[in-house]
């Protein structure tokens, strides 16, 4: 019989989660999902908790932190936009990040990795913007509103298809350079 690995774990997480959201994620669906037993799964995980922090964990490695790690040697304004719209498009899981952002609500574990997220992502994208400006008050505006459009762009029903996004995206992004103009 063929072992599963930590990653099937948490992949099967991911699952349960965008199906059933984090009430549905329970060990005995975890084990009826992988066909395995509870044996196999705390071969893994000290206990739900345990398996709760990997899982939120490796979101947040593949939501914020790879990205930005994959991104950080790019110098210019377009270049670092160009790659964010194409790593961050290519991450997104929209309903897996609806049912984090749920889950983050009524579960103080998610919520600190939730909050953390959201910081890393809104500091890059200040870090972004100040290269377009050197007004503070610029780069805080920009950065909110663009992180608003990434997060509310993947919730609406139906799903905003990708070249709308860019076309919007990019429509945002000139709004953003005739309003520092005008400062």
């Known amino acids: 019989m063929k072992r599963t690995d930590k990653n099937a774990w948490l992949a099967e997480g991911f699952k349960i989660l965008?199906?059933?959201?984090?009430a549905g994620l329970t060990i005995e669906k975890l084990t009826q999902g992988l066909k395995k037993t509870k044996g196999s799964f705390?071969?893994?995980?000290?206990?739900k908790n345990d398996y709760f922090q990997q899982l939120l964990e490796q979101w947040e490695?593949?939501?914020?932190?790879?990205?930005?790690?994959?991104?950080?040697?790019?110098?210019?304004?377009?270049?670092?936009n160009e790659n964010l719209v194409t790593l961050s498009g290519a991450a997104m899981d929209p309903k897996t990040e609806v049912a984090i952002r749920a889950w983050a609500l009524r579960d103080p574990l998610a919520r600190k990795f939730q909050e953390r997220i959201d910081t890393r992502r809104v500091d890059f994208l200040k870090n972004m913007f100040s290269l377009m400006t050197q007004n503070k008050g610029q780069v805080e505006l920009f950065s909110m509103i663009r992180y608003c459009f990434y997060i509310g762009s993947h919730q609406i029903i139906p799903a905003m298809d990708e070249k709308i996004y860019k076309q919007h995206l990019a429509a945002l992004m000139e709004m953003f350079e005739l309003y520092r103009k005008l400062e």
């Open 42 to 47: 705390y071969h893994h995980f000290k206990n």
């Open 18 to 22: 965008r199906s059933k959201g984090a």
């Open 61 to 80: 490695e593949q939501q914020s932190i790879e990205i930005i790690q994959n991104i950080q040697d790019k110098k210019n304004l377009e270049e670092i």
